[in-house]
């Protein structure tokens, strides 16, 4: 009998820095950052331009992907998106979620943002895809 053995490189990424906020956590990786929003939370204008410093202060103009693991019960206006739409460096975006209302939200925010943008059931096909985006965009720098 034989034996195949494949190490996904999803399971070999060390995570680099956790930011804490009151709203969510961000889980900083070299080519993505993994949000989970808390429970309950209203992803506001505010909430949003938070989360882009922090992703553009770590990043320096290196090209990234945000991916959103939806865990939790939480809005988005999808105003947020022109903004975000704006940051040169994101390569792509990223829903995790298996609830089928967060993925009828998402698919409606997807309208509203101009780069990249996939949905997942799981967070291991999300970070593949992130990695090949992230991959194919060049450096802004």
């Known amino acids: 009998m034989e034996f195949f053995y494949f190490f996904e490189k999803v399971s070999l990424t060390l995570i680099e820095m956790i ?10 990786y070299d080519n ?5 929003i808390n429970e309950g939370v209203i992803v506001s204008k505010e909430i949003s331009d938070k989360i882009s410093k922090a992703a553009i202060n770590y990043y320096q103009g290196k090209p990234f992907v945000y991916i959103t693991h939806r865990m939790h019960s939480y809005s988005v206006d999808p105003n947020i998106y022109k903004d975000v739409s704006k940051i040169k460096n994101l390569a792509g975006f990223v829903v995790v979620s298996d609830s089928k209302t967060s993925i009828k939200s998402a698919l409606l925010e997807k309208i509203f943002l101009n780069k990249p943008f996939q949905i997942f059931s799981n967070l291991e096909d999300g970070i593949l895809w992130a990695n090949n985006v992230r991959a194919m965009h060049k450096e802004t720098n």
């Open 32 to 36: 993505y950052v993994i949000s989970i």
């Open 19 to 28: 930011k804490v906020f009151d709203f969510c956590i961000l889980k900083f």
